[in-house]
């Protein structure tokens, strides 16, 4: 029973670990890419952080997020003058970014449907074994009554 209850335990570990993480650096990592005036959006996307939670996100390359990172930088650059349009270039640019992760979380739950499925399964299987071993010795144990009772 307990090697059937760890199998479950650790395939759902598994499972759930890899979605969180894919999760967790997914959008909510990159909403405040885009606060604050120029300089301070300017900045975030310079940062070598920033590249990095992107790739994470998005499941691109380090280099690759760089790359877009730049080619978002070198737009709110050419917008600098006008603030609104820099704030614009850079919120199109994160929901691309977004839509990107939002791809990839929906990629990651689709493969986690399986495991789970199969986590289900092995739980009930554990379950109704634990049922017939929990009846059987309750049977066992009745079928010996005068076995324990001393005559007297």
């Known amino acids: 029973m307990s090697l059937?209850?760890?199998a479950v335990l650790g395939v759902l570990g598994g499972?759930?670990?890899g979605l969180g993480a894919v999760m967790g650096t997914g959008a909510a990592g990159l909403a405040g890419?885009?606060?604050g005036d120029v300089d301070q959006i300017l900045a975030r996307l310079g940062d070598p952080r920033t590249a990095e939670t992107v790739a994470a996100a998005t499941g691109m390359s380090v280099d690759?997020?760089?790359t877009t990172l730049a080619d978002l930088r070198a737009r709110i650059e050419a917008a600098r003058s006008d603030p609104t349009r820099a704030t614009a270039e850079a919120r199109e640019g994160l929901r691309a970014l977004v839509?990107?992760?939002g791809e990839r979380a929906t990629q990651a739950a689709a493969a986690a449907k399986g495991y789970a499925t199969t986590t289900s399964w092995i739980t009930l299987g554990t379950m109704i074994l634990s049922l017939l071993a929990a009846v059987s010795g309750a049977l066992l144990g009745r079928a010996r009554p005068a076995?324990?009772?001393s005559p007297r």
């Open 147 to 149: 076995a324990w009772v």
């Open 99 to 101: 839509a990107r992760a």
């Open 33 to 35: 890419l885009t606060s």
């Open 15 to 17: 499972v759930t670990g």
């Open 4 to 6: 059937g209850a760890g």
């Open 64 to 66: 690759e997020s760089r």
